[in-house]
């Protein structure tokens, strides 16, 4: 195997879209990446206020009070009840991701392969990249979701692990999950299921992966965006007992820990329901907002299924444009710049979520509404329109 070839960070990429703003006397207003723009609620503030010295070493694992915190969140958000070995804590969930596929393969070292939804969160192949391991896409169907029924037998049999993420980073699609686990079964890898968006969307539609079944599965959770809490660095992964206690003692062995004093919040934030609510609420009414901007430039976007993202199509005039000789570059680029360009819009070109979205933008809904409205009327103003 040759060496690692170290890829730019996607979003460190996009530092060019930004001074086009800047060059048309337009206010940038970025919504490029998933960061929470709100606060984390009162009492999570309050918690970390009174923090006090923190002398010795947290558990890995996540204090007694955090795990026992977010079993109850999955009884009550999901009906899903664990044991206590069922569940540990990460130090938010990006660092789970990127590093579970070498955890696992030292565990399993006759799988060689990923597999991840082919437009997704670019954290899934990282982890398989870091590993050394293969990192094959799931194609998607038109309406992006996964066709597993296109894998080769070889991948399927080479397959450690397949990721699914619903509602989904980029696109808001609502996998089935129930039909995930089964297909996992029949091909004997384990089910990863990122559920850090679960809370977004609507209530009866909300699901997860432990619902169906634990053996051979992990659903991974996250305090970011479900409390505005992505500073924190909170998660959890939960399901088959066996993997938890391997991933809990390597976690260990490599030293990943939440500090102390944000296990403390983490407690008082898994404990809010009300406010996940609010904030879905809030979410859902920045995301009309946006598609009614988009609406009056002459750019149809649908609402997503769920998280806080629009996955918005390139115009044709940058599909079919022949001058476009940037072939690193794919429609979804030229569509940013030019919403960066007219409207001070900075959003993320779809092929950070893999090839297959090239012809895309990512839009988040990160910005309060009175932010989207300096966007509205840059875009009056400069007379920028697809019509
Ligand atoms: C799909 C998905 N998974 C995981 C993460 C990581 O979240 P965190 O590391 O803050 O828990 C993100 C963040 O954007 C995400 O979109």
């Known amino acids: 195997m040759g060496a690692f070839q170290l890829p730019p960070y996607p979003h460190d990429k996009i530092g060019y879209i930004k001074t086009l703003a800047a060059d048309n006397n337009r206010q940038l207003i970025d919504l490029s990446i998933g960061t929470p723009c709100d606060p984390p609620s009162h009492d999570v503030q309050e918690s970390l206020a009174q923090a006090t010295a923190a002398n010795g070493y947290p558990p890995s694992i996540g204090s007694a009070e955090l795990r026992l915190a977010a079993r109850q969140m999955l009884a009550r958000r999901f009906g899903v009840n664990l044991d206590e070995e069922e569940l540990a804590m990460c130090v938010g969930t990006k660092e789970f991701v990127a590093t579970l596929p070498l955890f696992l393969s030292l565990r399993h070292p006759g799988k060689d392969t990923l597999l991840y939804p082919a437009v997704s969160y670019p954290t899934y192949a990282m982890g398989a990249e870091i590993a050394g391991m293969r990192a094959v896409p799931v194609p998607c169907d038109d309406n992006f979701m996964m066709n597993l029924e296109s894998l080769d037998k070889d991948d399927l049999d080479r397959a450690l692990l397949l990721w699914v993420n619903s509602p989904a980073n980029p696109t808001g699609v609502l996998e089935n999950l129930e039909k995930l686990t089964s297909f996992a079964e029949s091909h004997s890898f384990i089910l990863c299921s990122d559920e850090c968006y679960a809370e977004f969307s609507d209530p009866q539609s909300r699901d997860s992966v432990l619902r169906y079944k634990k053996e051979n599965v992990l659903a991974v959770h996250s305090l970011s965006k479900r409390s505005n809490a992505a500073g924190l660095r909170v998660g959890f992964y939960a399901g088959d007992q066996n993997l938890v206690y391997f991933l809990k003692e390597i976690r260990k062995h490599a030293g990943m820990m939440i500090p102390g004093p944000i296990q403390a919040a983490g407690v008082v934030a898994l404990g809010q329901d009300a406010e996940v609510e609010q904030q879905w609420d809030i979410y859902r009414e920045r995301l009309s907002c946006l598609v009614d901007i988009l609406d009056s430039i002459g750019i149809s976007a649908e609402l997503p299924s769920g998280a806080f993202y629009l996955w918005v199509k390139a115009p ?67 007379g920028w329109s697809y019509r």
């Not at 297959?356 to 988040?364: F, H, K, L, S, T």
């Open 316 to 382: 044709e005039r940058y599909l079919e444009d022949p001058t476009f000789d940037r072939s690193d570059l794919g429609p979804g680029w030229r569509f940013a710049e030019d919403l960066a360009r007219y409207g001070g819009m900075l959003v993320s070109p779809g092929d950070f979520y893999g090839p297959m979205g090239a012809d895309y933008v990512r839009i988040a809904a990160v910005q309060p509404l009175g932010k989207l409205e300096i966007i509205k009327n840059q875009f009056i103003e400069t």
